[in-house]
Structures are given as structure tokens and as C-alpha cells.
């Protein structure tokens, strides 16, 4: 079974970076799947943030291209979200989740973490 976690702060002030870590249980991050960052605002649907594939390529959502970047650190089989200059509508809980391509889904998803963003 593949479980993923996240970790990071709660919360951020405004104007500074999230930064958030996912480690991967069960395969590994250079494995044929990719590895993405999904938000939920709250009331409302999904936003795929990204993605990093297994050769370490990272892929993002058009609006977020300028602020997010998304790494790995292979060693530690894990994978990170940076999201800078947040404001309070950045507020979401952010999950992890492993991305088959061919497919076209996420299947196995992290628990999520809520990160608010607030003086």
C-alpha cells in the first residue's frame, strides 16, 4: 500500500512562503508515477496545483506558475511545495497525492493539512 503524508506549518503570515513536505511510503518518487499538490479551498472544490514527474520535470497550474514551485529530495524520498507571496486566500488545506499519468488520476492521496493565512 502507498501512503503519503504532509508535513509543514499550520500556519503563515501573509506575504511569506508555504512550504509544505510530502514523504512517499510504498514506491518511490522516481518511479513511472508522478507526484502532484492539490488544494481545497474551503466550501469549495479542488485546485491542482502541480505536478513533478519522476525524471524531477515539475508541471504547474497556469495562474500559480509564477509563485509555486515544486522539489524532491530523492534521497529522502520526498517531495515539496513552496508557494510564495501568500495572502489569506492562499488559506486551503493542501494535500500530496500520487499521479498516474496514463491514467489520469490521482490514487493515493495524503490526509491533507490545513494551512491558514493570517497576522
Known amino acids: 500500500q502507498v501512503q503519503l503524508q504532509e508535513s509543514g506549518p499550520g500556519l503563515v503570515k501573509p506575504s511569506q512562503t508555504l512550504s509544505l513536505r510530502c514523504t512517499v511510503f510504498g514506491d518511490s518518487i522516481t518511479s513511472h508515477y508522478a507526484w502532484g499538490w492539490i488544494r481545497q479551498f474551503p466550501g469549495k472544490g479542488l485546485e491542482r496545483m502541480g505536478i513533478i514527474a519522476n525524471d524531477g520535470t515539475a508541471y504547474y497550474s497556469p495562474p500559480l506558475k509564477n509563485r509555486t514551485s515544486i522539489s524532491r529530495d530523492t534521497a529522502k524520498n520526498q517531495f515539496s511545495l513552496q508557494l510564495t507571496s501568500v495572502t489569506p486566500d492562499d488559506t486551503a488545506v493542501y494535500y500530496c497525492?500520487?499521479?498516474?499519468?496514463?491514467?489520469?488520476?490521482?490514487?493515493?492521496w495524503g490526509q491533507g493539512t490545513q494551512v491558514t493565512v493570517s497576522s
Open positions: 497525492a500520487r499521479y498516474d499519468r496514463p491514467r489520469v488520476m490521482y490514487d493515493y
